[in-house]
């Protein structure tokens, strides 16, 4: 293969840190308790775990009992999405489902379920040509037996940031819990829930330089929530099963360093991020930025070229050492225009040529100037000949 | 940037294509895995014979274990338009399609050969089981595998010199079993891997099946006559016959009948004694020449005219550059139209047509 790789694609998952990972080791073999038993050992785990979920909150803004460990980010989505909606309907026949157009497919694919089998009327809040919602836009579809409002604080794809915390003040007025899904921004963005006025906020410790298979959901006190996952009766009965003792002291830990060297790792990628972006639009013709220009994550560059096959793209700049994204993930090779990108009002013959490099801690301008380099002739050679 | 030559191999999670990727990385290629996503039919995806996501899977720990990177490309609706659709008419057009023939004119060595060329690739490798010669004559020449019994030279017969100049066969030098074999020394996950038999896209059923899910207008009765005109019996569309065929016509007769023609237009089914059936001499049209140019004069031949059935010699008169005419030594019994007449001298194949 190529004698050097180079990845951007820090939006699909980052290396764990190795002091997370000096953090984690000693709870696989060592202390390796439950956290439910009640002697020494299990005790050693609960302390653990009980501190990991006090830095959490801390850096949440919130308190402990609000913190719920999940197994990753789309847990955290699942619970909040049909626990919120379920025990809104009991408690005050609640059916309106309302979320935004451009929402992950954690969210959106839960909420479709609950509308086809469980009766729930579900409604889409439309997004602007950068894909972001406005909060008028919430206004006028927030109703007395909305069940729970859900609005991703950064899209994946295309990077935009929303006004969170202007939907909140507006949920709030109306007693409708606002769940948003912070799984992208953990790394960059303040996640004060006081701030943002949100009742339910997801987190997946992968996207900040922690262990994938943990996540955790914030659950605002007296937020009305029905378990998703019954069983033993940890995390105060919303979320039963074992705990991941090793992965949750990782994501702490992890969680931690993000919000300390936030800042640091800000004013490394802003530049970076838009040099990217400077010189793909000069350089690349019929490219256009996709997401808003400057309210976007710091880490966060995507693109649509016209006429171009993203898959291709793909292909060819992996074949060349650079490791990138269309977006959504997608194995399969299956040619569908994002449903973000569509929602944003992209044509399909721009859509399905859709390019994101998302950037890490790790990323230089070296591999970027490398990068630009390669990226032109790729993308030319990714047209679609129309004569075929 | 490498140095290295880059070769895509078409991969299909099968034994031969992973043998294929092995022995290229091992020769010192870069190799880039790919497969195609082709056509399923709705309802049917867990049935296709290639492009399961087990096939897949499959594929992709090859890739893994051999170090080349891998990818799944859509191919969707250029199978469905191209192979499918050419599958489907040919049926309804009273002929016996082979898809598979299209299938490596128009994705193999169409589609996906532009991929490779658009990554960079020098060379498209399958798993074929055939030869290509570089060196004895001016261009390069198609042969027969070493391994008869797995010789795959009468589905590449369409292929033109610019495709075989960017064309790698590894599997043509070697047989089955020793393919087994490299597999096993590379402890790929595909070696006890069974062989597929049937059309990829036919799903769990026959192509009867097939048919008349996806094409219900098939299903259209008419009569079945002998050819002095005697009403014998009714069928149930001509598309589900085929020339030589014995079986399924549903009539109790003293001898054996055979069908010997069928009249689309009419929808009729002529059906005779096997003596009626045999013929000598056959045209062929959507004709390849692997040298690119036709034989000026007529010339002896050994003649295959089913992907599985043994030559048979006869003389072969080039009309023009699309087409040819067969004369046989002995008659024979199962000359279909829509399948390929593909022309050898000892083991060198010569190129072919689809029979009219």
């Given at each position: 293969m190529q004698n050097q790789r180079v990845y951007l694609d820090f939006a699909a998952t980052t290396p764990v840190d190795e002091r997370v990972v000096k953090a984690m080791y000693p709870y696989f073999s060592e202390r390796f308790g439950n956290p439910s038993s009640i002697h020494s050992f299990g005790q050693q785990a609960e302390a653990a775990v009980e501190d990991a979920r006090e830095t959490v909150a801390e850096g949440l803004n919130s308190r402990a009992n609000e913190i719920v460990f999940t197994a990753c980010g789309s847990e955290s989505d699942n619970l909040a999405i049909r626990g919120a909606a379920f025990a809104a309907r009991e408690l005050r026949g609640a059916n309106h489902i309302l979320i935004s157009q451009v929402e992950h497919h954690a969210i959106s694919h839960t909420a479709e379920q609950l509308k086809r089998?469980?009766?729930?009327?579900?409604?889409?809040?439309?997004?602007?040509?950068?894909?972001?919602?406005?909060?008028?836009?919430?206004?006028?579809?927030?109703?007395?037996?909305?069940?729970?409002?859900?609005?991703?604080?950064?899209?994946?794809?295309?990077?935009?940031?929303?006004?969170?915390?202007?939907?909140?003040?507006?949920?709030?007025?109306r007693k409708i819990p606002l769940h948003t899904d912070a799984?992208?921004?953990?790394?960059?963005?303040?996640?004060?829930?006081?701030?943002?006025?949100?009742?339910?906020?997801?987190?997946?410790?992968?996207?900040?330089?922690?262990?994938?298979?943990?996540?955790?959901?914030?659950?605002?006190?007296?937020?009305?929530?029905?378990?998703?996952?019954?069983?033993?009766?940890q995390e105060t009965g919303l979320r039963a099963g074992t705990h991941n003792v090793p992965y949750i002291v990782g994501l702490a830990a992890a969680f931690k360093i993000a919000q300390e060297e936030r800042e640091k790792r800000v004013s490394h990628l802003l530049p970076l991020r838009d040099y990217l972006i400077g010189e793909t639009l000069e350089t690349i013709t019929d490219a256009r930025l996709t997401g808003h220009p400057n309210k976007r994550l710091p880490n966060h560059a995507s693109f649509v070229f016209k006429e171009v096959d993203g898959n291709n793209l793909l292909m060819l700049l992996d074949v060349e050492g650079f490791a990138c994204s269309s977006g959504s993930a997608c194995r399969t090779g299956d040619p569908q225009p994002s449903n973000v990108l569509t929602a944003m009002g992209i044509s399909s013959e721009w859509a399905l040529g859709s390019l994101r490099i998302t950037l890490g801690t790790q990323t230089t301008s070296n591999e970027l100037e490398s990068f630009l380099r390669v990226l032109p002739k790729a993308v030319e050679r990714s047209r679609i000949q129309t004569a075929r | 940037m490498n140095k290295q030559t880059r070769v895509v191999v078409a991969m299909s999670g099968g034994v031969d294509s992973s043998v294929v990727a092995a022995m290229l990385v091992e020769q010192g290629y870069e190799v880039i895995g790919v497969m195609l996503r082709l056509w399923n039919e709705s309802g049917q995806e867990a049935h296709n014979r290639c492009c399961?996501?087990?096939?897949?899977?499959?594929?992709?720990?090859?890739?893994?274990?051999?170090?080349?990177?891998?990818?799944?490309?859509?191919?969707?609706?250029?199978?469905?338009?191209?192979?499918?659709?050419?599958?489907?008419?040919?049926?309804?057009?009273?002929?016996?399609?082979?898809?598979?023939?299209?299938?490596?004119?128009?994705?193999?060595?169409?589609?996906?050969?532009?991929?490779?060329?658009?990554?960079?690739?020098?060379?498209l490798a399958t798993g074929h089981y055939a030869r290509l010669d570089h060196n004895?004559?001016?261009?390069?020449?198609?042969?027969?595998?070493?391994?008869?019994?797995?010789?795959?030279?009468?589905?590449?017969?369409?292929?033109?010199?610019?495709?075989?100049?960017?064309?790698?066969?590894?599997?043509?030098?070697?047989?089955?079993?020793?393919?087994?074999?490299?597999?096993?020394?590379?402890?790929?996950?595909?070696?006890?891997?069974?062989?597929?038999?049937?059309?990829?896209?036919?799903?769990?059923?026959?192509?009867?099946?097939?048919?008349?899910?996806?094409?219900?207008?098939?299903?259209?009765?008419?009569?079945?006559?002998?050819?002095?005109?005697?009403?014998?019996?009714?069928?149930?569309?001509?598309?589900?016959?085929?020339?030589?065929?014995?079986?399924?016509?549903?009539?109790?007769?003293?001898?054996?009948?055979?069908?010997?023609?069928?009249?689309?237009?009419?929808?009729?089914?002529?059906?005779?004694?096997?003596?009626?059936?045999?013929?000598?001499?056959?045209?062929?049209?959507?004709?390849?020449?692997?040298?690119?140019?036709?034989?000026?004069?007529?010339?002896?031949?050994?003649?295959?005219?089913?992907?599985?059935?043994?030559?048979?010699?006869?003389?072969?008169?080039?009309?023009?550059?699309?087409?040819?005419?067969?004369?046989?030594?002995?008659?024979?019994?199962?000359?279909?139209?829509?399948?390929a007449a593909v022309l050898y001298t000892d083991d060198r194949c010569l190129g072919g047509g689809i029979i009219n």
């Open positions: 089998y469980h009766g729930f009327n579900l409604e889409y809040i439309p997004v602007d040509e950068y894909g972001m919602v406005n909060p008028n836009d919430v206004t006028m579809r927030i109703k007395p037996d909305t069940a729970v409002v859900s609005v991703i604080y950064a899209n994946n794809e295309v990077g935009t940031i929303n006004s969170i915390s202007e939907i909140g003040k507006i949920c709030r007025q799984v992208q921004v953990t790394a960059y963005l303040a996640m004060d829930v006081e701030a943002l006025q949100v009742d339910l906020l997801s987190i997946g410790a992968h996207k900040f330089y922690g262990p994938k298979g943990v996540g955790v959901l914030y659950i605002r006190d007296r937020t009305p929530i029905l378990a998703i996952q019954t069983g033993g009766g | 399961t996501p087990d096939a897949m899977a499959l594929a992709r720990r090859v890739a893994t274990k051999l170090e080349i990177p891998f990818y799944a490309i859509d191919a969707e609706q250029v199978f469905r338009k191209e192979v499918v659709e050419y599958f489907i008419d040919g049926y309804a057009n009273g002929v016996t399609p082979n898809p598979c023939l299209v299938c490596n004119r128009r994705i193999r060595w169409g589609f996906l050969f532009d991929k490779a060329i658009s990554l960079g690739a020098q060379y004895k004559h001016s261009n390069i020449s198609l042969l027969c595998a070493v391994d008869r019994s797995k010789d795959q030279s009468y589905v590449l017969y369409m292929l033109n010199q610019a495709q075989l100049g960017h064309t790698i066969l590894p599997l043509g030098g070697i047989t089955k079993s020793q393919v087994r074999q490299i597999a096993r020394d590379y402890a790929l996950p595909v070696a006890e891997r069974n062989e597929s038999q049937d059309l990829c896209f036919l799903g769990n059923g026959s192509c009867r099946e097939f048919l008349l899910r996806n094409a219900p207008s098939l299903h259209q009765l008419g009569s079945i006559i002998r050819s002095d005109g005697t009403q014998l019996g009714v069928h149930q569309g001509q598309a589900f016959f085929t020339i030589g065929q014995r079986k399924g016509l549903g009539i109790s007769a003293p001898h054996p009948l055979y069908v010997l023609e069928k009249d689309i237009r009419t929808n009729v089914i002529i059906v005779g004694q096997k003596e009626e059936l045999g013929k000598r001499e056959l045209i062929a049209e959507s004709v390849n020449w692997i040298s690119g140019e036709p034989p000026k004069t007529p010339f002896h031949a050994q003649i295959k005219i089913r992907y599985k059935s043994c030559a048979v010699k006869g003389i072969v008169t080039p009309h023009n550059v699309t087409s040819f005419h067969i004369e046989f030594e002995k008659p024979l019994l199962d000359i279909t139209p829509g399948q």
